[in-house]
């Protein structure tokens, strides 16, 4: 018999990835994303179990342990990572809740393997939870698990965190499975989202797709005799892992080395993202490259490191993204290098935490540029690692973070002035004035940090705390 566990992480992808073909020590690879660095501390401390999917097409592995931290791999075929994850997920769902940046395909195939794969990740999560367990659902993926998890066993307890936004009826109801949808999440005992203005959005959703009634946060369900929380739960990075990173004399000594290789500007401007058209790299590329042209920023001067991780590769729009970003690096460094020192250094690789931390040390300007974005933890990561009060963040208005880091330079990253502006604003901000806003930004942070953000979801759901998050 399996062993069950009082706390199940349901999600996507596994903490880990398996990398085919790697040495035996490097099979399993931290998995991208937020979610990651959210959840690990909770389950560590917690000492529960993680479902997910390895990240690997027809992979079949059994439960493992990743220092000491039990994961229970969830097999996808090539199919479901067609069908479910890039088609449904990331062709239908990921862009209609990021406002229709690119446009949302609807196929009723998808749908049947999003429903099919729900359902399995909803299985396997129920064959380890023990009586009355708390199974914590995360992300858009797994809309439909909650309803599901409490059709079979209604003793458990059941959260669900949506990372991403949650768009506008106006939007929302182009989806074929809207009501599917609704329902599915009702199924929570709480359902959370990154905002204010997400938690309003679903809970109109459900206003207008059901005959529920809503109260405040609350929505009621008198025929099961319970009640749903939808309200924000704004989420965090673990700051006291990045402020120790940052104290550490190596990393200290890789930033300036970073700095060094790129040539010692006076200026160095970072952008840290997946390589998703949400993130806003093109607009941010074309208000660089115009305030070389307009001769606001001089070449000499000013370095942009662009990390843009790799990213839902064989998704057409995501190819195309690409393409386009790279012709764009290629425009402005074509225009404005000088032998060996090209004003921006694009780097289409993931690095561990301790090197990022050495380029947010190295980075005067983090630029975070998204078109819409659940949260961006990038924005977090900067301040928390910036314990020398330096550096100014450029921070979109469409990010889930700028309701939190008003001390930014806050954008609207479609305004191709506004962004070359704020830019403009964040490279010439004095270092009295960098200190004032890192030191509010960074209290915010601190205070608020992933372990504040767990206790506050487990709490709501465990019905002690409702509190302010
Ligand atoms: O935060 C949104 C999210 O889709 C996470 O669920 C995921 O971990 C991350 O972005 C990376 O995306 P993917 O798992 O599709 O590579």
Do not use: C
Request: glycine letters at 8%; proline letters at 7%; charged letters at 25%.
């Amino acid at each position: 018999m399996r062993p069950a566990y009082d706390l199940v992480v349901v999600s996507n992808r596994l903490p880990v990835d398996y990398q085919p073909g790697a040495a035996d020590s490097e099979q399993w690879r931290p998995s991208p994303g937020g979610l990651v660095t959210a959840l690990e501390p909770v389950l560590r401390e917690r000492g529960g179990v993680w479902v997910g999917w390895p990240g690997v097409a027809d992979l079949e592995v059994g439960p493992f342990e990743i220092d000491g931290m039990p994961l229970i791999p969830v097999p996808l075929s090539e199919q479901d990572v067609e069908r479910y994850y890039e088609g449904m997920a990331n062709g239908t769902l990921w862009p209609l809740y990021h406002d229709v940046i690119v446009s949302p395909e609807y196929h009723r195939q998808w749908w049947e393997a999003y429903l099919e794969v729900n359902r399995r990740f909803a299985e396997a999560a129920l064959a380890v939870a023990a009586p009355g367990a708390t199974v914590w659902v995360h992300d858009y993926q797994l809309q439909l698990v909650p309803r599901m998890l409490r059709d079979a066993r209604p003793d458990l307890v059941i959260g669900f965190f949506n990372h991403i936004p949650f768009p506008a009826h106006g939007l929302f109801s182009q989806l074929p499975w809207r009501r599917q949808i609704v329902e599915g999440l009702l199924g929570a005992d709480v359902v959370g989202f990154q905002r204010t203005a997400d938690a309003s959005n679903f809970r109109r959703a459900v206003q207008r797709l059901t005959h529920l009634r809503i109260r405040g946060d609350l929505i009621e369900l008198p025929q099961e005799g319970r009640e749903v929380l939808a309200r924000p739960f704004p989420i965090s990075i673990d700051a006291g892992a990045y402020q120790e990173l940052a104290k550490r004399p190596d990393i200290w000594a890789r930033a300036k080395e970073i700095r060094r290789e790129l040539g010692d500007p006076k200026v160095v401007l970072l952008g840290v993202d997946r390589l998703d058209y949400t993130k806003g790299i093109l607009h941010r590329l074309k208000a660089f490259g115009e305030l070389l042209e307009d001769g606001d920023l001089d070449v000499a001067d000013v370095a942009l490191v662009q990390i843009a991780a790799p990213s839902r590769e064989r998704v057409e729009s995501y190819k195309h993204l690409r393409e386009e970003v790279e012709m764009m690096v290629s425009r402005v460094n074509g225009d404005f290098s000088s032998l060996g020192r090209p004003p921006i250094t694009y780097l289409h690789q993931g690095y561990p935490r301790d090197e990022m931390v050495a380029f947010y040390l190295a980075a005067d300007v983090m630029l975070v540029t998204a078109l819409r974005d659940g949260m961006n933890l990038v924005a977090k990561e900067y301040v928390a690692s910036r314990v020398d009060l330096h550096g100014a963040l450029v921070l979109s208005e469409f990010a889930g973070a700028s309701d939190e880091l008003r001390q930014a330079v806050l954008v609207n990253p479609h305004d191709i002035d506004g962004l070359k502006a704020g830019i403009l604003q964040a490279a010439r901000m004095p270092p009295g004035e960098q200190a004032r806003r890192m030191k509010a930004m960074r209290r915010r942070v601190i205070s608020h940090d992933v372990q504040r953000w767990s206790a506050t979801f487990l709490g709501a759901l465990s019905g002690e705390n409702r509190g302010d998050g």
